[in-house]
Every structure is written in C-alpha cells, then in structure tokens.
C-alpha cells in the first residue's frame, strides 16, 4: 500500500461505494480506502441495496465482491455501469 493520498478530484475526494455482502471484510476494505483518501459509500450488502443508494447519490467507483458482481438478475456488473458507475470485481479464494 502507498503511504501517498489517493488522487482527488478537484475540490473533492474520489467516492468508492463498497458492495459486500461479508460485514468484516466491507469494514476492513472501507478501512483501507478512508486511511489512504477516498469517500467511501456504505458499505451495503447486496447489489440490490446499491441500486437504492444510487437513487440519492452517484458514486465514482464500485467495489463488489464477486457474488454480488455476477449472480442474479441484479448482478452489479451489469447494473451499476447501467448507472454510470465504473466497477472493480474483488474476489478471494482459500484453494
């Protein structure tokens, strides 16, 4: 990890909405995020309460893990760059 601030856009810090559905990991990743500068949104559980945060707000990014990326009819990797939201997949196996 970088000890250098997250780049920001002019005025404003990066905003970053965390889509976990793991209560400890989103609190561990909205951790990281915050100590290096971004906004962080959430953390929410399932693609379908992202969807709802974006009725209010518009984050710059999307982090999901990979269930809620690509399960369902509501997978986020379809529905938030539907919203205009730019998305990165995170997965972690223990095999």
Do not use: H, W
């Not at 889509?19 to 995020?33: F, G, H, P, S």
């Not at 962080?40 to 707000?57: K, Q, W, Y």
């Not at 269930?67 to 997978?75: E, I, S």
């Amino acid at each position: 990890m970088s000890d250098k601030p997250a780049p920001s856009l002019p005025g404003d810090r990066i905003s970053v909405l965390i889509v976990e559905d793991e209560m400890m990991i989103a609190l561990d990743v909205q951790m990281m995020l915050e100590d290096n500068g971004y906004a962080v949104l959430g953390p929410v559980g399932s693609v379908e309460g992202a969807l709802r945060l974006l009725d209010d707000t518009r984050p710059d990014v999307a982090v999901l893990d990979e269930k809620g990326a690509f399960v369902g009819q509501g997978a986020g990797s379809v529905a938030l760059p539907g919203r205009g939201v730019f998305c990165l997949v995170a997965a972690a196996y223990d095999r």
